[in-house]
Every structure is written in C-alpha cells, then in structure tokens.
C-alpha cells in the first residue's frame, strides 16, 4: 500500500506518493530550469488564499508564454485532492507548470516544447524554523552578489531561476546566518529566497517594489497594514536606508511575518524582535482563519 505521509503529488493524470513523482531527465523544466510555479499553504485543514495563488501562477505562465490544458478550477480541485490524498492539515503544497520536453527531438526552439503541469504537497515547510523566528532572524547582505535584473527575467512571474539567491544563500550560511537578502545593481534591497521584507522607517512600511515577486503574503502584509491605518510605501529601499529602520521583518507563505534582528553588523530592536513586527505577525495568523480567505480540504 502506498504511503501518502510525507506528501502526494499529481503527475500525468494521476495521484502518486511525492517520492514517487517524476519528469523527463530532458525536460526543460529540468535542463534549463524552466518551469514556473506557484506555493500556497494549507493552515488547519483549509488552504489560505488560495484563488490569489491561482490567479499569479496563471499570469506567470502567460508572462513565460506557456500555457497548459487545465482550467484554474480544475487546477483546484487537483490541489485539494492531492492535500486531500495525504492527509495533511498543514502542508506546503505547490503548483507547477514545466517547459517540457522538445517535441521536435534536438530541437532547441523552446515553442517547440510540450508545456505540462503537475502539483505536490508536503508537510508544511517554514523558510525561517520556528525557533529561527522566535528569537529573530538574521540576514545577510552580500556585497558582491546581486539580484538578477528584471530586464533579463520577469521577476513578478514567480519561476525556478534561482542561481543568485542559491550562490548568495551559500555565502550567507557559510557566514552564521539564518538567511540572505538581494540588493539590485543600484544598492537597493530587493528580496530574499522565498520572502518579502519590510522596514519599519518613522513610523511608515517601507517594501521594495523593484526587483521582487509581489507576494501573497506581502499583499496581506500591506492589507494588515491598511486596517492598522498604518502608510505603507512601496518604492527603492536603499541598503544605507534600510539599515536605519526602527524595524525590520520578513514575509513569506512558509510562516508568515518572521522578525529580523540582525542584517550584516546592524542590529535591529536590541536584538530582540520588534513590537510592530510582533503585533503583525500575531494578526497574520489571526487573518489565517478568516473564513472569506480559508478554503476547506474535505479529508476522506
């Protein structure tokens, strides 16, 4: 009997065990790190915005020019029937479309490839561990390493072109740190492996709005913000600026609002998370059981 505990996968029409899942060792998905994708969290049994996630992974198809046979609806109702599958009340779950393999053999025309979907579950992932979060992260910024310029990848269309954030990632753990952040070629903060940041600066959210995927979870952030009455800018977060904020947090669907106390030398709230970014991260998870924003996994 298979073993759908550590996740499930749908992969050609069919629900397997994640381990089990597999493409084509010459799919470009593979070769040429082709494929967009999109992360959605399941939070106590119910998925959290997930229409929101639906609507990004299908622009970001149209901004690769890839397309796939599925309708969003039924690219629901795969997702729900892979968490389903598994069981699991918190899972990461993930929605992925691929180049494909040439359908023209030696073909190097990406048009010529057979773009095709496939989705996965697993535990629910967190990109800063609890513990991480609790005391606060910390962040480097590399000085020599930069986020890739959008006019060389659509950044806004969420994609598995990771080599800037994996060789700075590297440089990051190798220093001490939890995790990296990105500047762009002009010195401003951009983003990090898997989250948005957020500065608190006289009283005001600051977010980049150059060099980033627009989160999920840093639309909510801005909308938490919104019922606070607190003024959110986004706009160029220069580096020198960004170390003079009062606050500093991250955001990401693998656990929400996260503190940072430490980026590079700089120590943020006396190395303590902050209040602001406390108070956003507590009603973070409050909005997670907001029923207009839950869709509910009918388990077998």
């Known amino acids: 009997m298979s073993n759908f505990t550590k996740g499930a996968a749908w992969v050609r029409g069919e629900i397997v065990p994640v381990s089990e899942a597999t493409i084509a060792v010459n799919d470009w998905g593979v070769t040429h790190s082709d494929c967009v994708y999109d992360v959605c969290g399941v939070n106590d049994g119910a998925f959290f915005r997930l229409q929101d996630h639906i609507d990004r992974f299908h622009a970001s198809m149209g901004s690769l020019q890839m397309s796939i046979e599925q309708t969003p609806e039924e690219v629901r109702a795969i997702l729900h029937a892979i968490v389903a599958k598994s069981g699991l009340r918190s899972s990461y779950a993930a929605m992925v479309t691929s180049r494909g393999v040439p359908m023209i053999p030696g073909s190097r025309d990406p048009r010529d490839c057979g773009n095709h979907f496939f989705a996965w579950c697993v535990p629910y992932i967190y990109v800063f561990k609890p513990e991480v979060a609790a005391r606060g ?3 480097h910024v590399p000085e020599h390493i930069h986020r890739i310029p959008q006019d060389s990848v659509d950044l806004t269309a969420k994609n598995y072109h990771w080599g800037d954030m994996t060789r700075g990632l590297l440089v990051a753990l190798e220093k001490g740190f939890d995790s990296v952040a990105l500047t762009d070629h002009a010195g401003n903060l951009t983003e990090g492996p898997g989250f948005n940041v957020f500065a608190v600066i006289d009283g005001k959210l600051v ?8 989160g999920i979870t840093r639309q ?8 606070m009455n607190m003024v959110v800018e986004q706009r160029p977060l220069p580096l020198e600026e960004f170390y003079e904020a009062d606050e500093v947090f991250t955001a990401t669907t693998g656990g929400g609002v996260s503190p940072v106390t430490k980026v ?4 943020f709230s006396n190395g303590a998370p902050g209040p602001i970014a406390l108070e956003f991260g507590e009603t973070y998870r409050a909005w997670l059981e907001r029923p207009e924003l839950r869709d509910e996994v009918t388990y077998s």
């Open 264 to 267: 590079n030398d700089r120590v």
């Open 207 to 214: 977010t980049p709005d150059g060099g980033v995927l627009m």
């Open 137 to 139: 992260s910390r962040l």
């Open 220 to 227: 909510t952030v801005i909308e938490i913000a919104g019922e």
